[in-house]
């Protein structure tokens, strides 16, 4: 298996995922012990889907030389009480002024390939291994 990033404790709730050739940091909220200093691993996971739908979005349209000006996405979930998680989310992209009509339902297509969603609607398998020192 190949190694995809090391964490980092940072003090107090901060968790750093060290990549290569990037640093993602993470903390929790004042009222949940933590200091406020970074997106909670749960806003981590909503943005990784909603920028990687976004980045589909953005190739798609350079792709055929459409500009990006105005191009928009924002995200919605619906909440489920009950199983206390996440039961639907929506992804609304607002298209550019001149956008083609006969390229609508083609970058939506292209947007519902991103490779973060992928994964979500085909998990992988988790295995967790706890080692002593």
Same mark, same amino acid.
């Given at each position: ?14 968790? @750093? /995922?060290?990549?290569? @050739? ?5 903390? =929790?909220?004042? @009222? ?7 997106? =909670? ?8 889907? +909603?920028? *990687?739908?976004?980045?589909? +979005?953005?190739?798609? *349209?350079? /792709? ?18 009950q199983r206390k ?20 339902? +083609?970058?939506?297509?292209?947007? @519902? =390939? *991103? ?19």
């Open positions: 298996m190949k190694e995809l990033l090391q964490l980092q404790f940072s003090g107090g709730k901060k968790v @750093d /995922a060290r990549f290569p @050739d990037v640093v993602v940091r993470s903390d =929790q909220p004042v @009222d949940e012990g933590g200091e406020g200093s970074a997106a =909670q691993p749960f806003q981590l996971f909503l943005a990784s889907i +909603a920028t *990687c739908v976004g980045v589909y +979005a953005v190739s798609f *349209c350079e /792709a055929r030389d459409l500009s990006t000006d105005g191009l928009a996405l924002s995200m919605r979930g619906a909440f489920d009480e998680r996440y039961s639907k989310f929506t992804l609304h992209v607002v298209l550019p002024d001149g956008f083609p009509e006969k390229y609508r339902k +083609a970058i939506l297509r292209v947007m @519902d =390939q *991103c490779f973060v969603k992928k994964h979500i609607v085909d998990p992988p398998e988790f295995e967790l291994i706890a080692d002593l020192p």
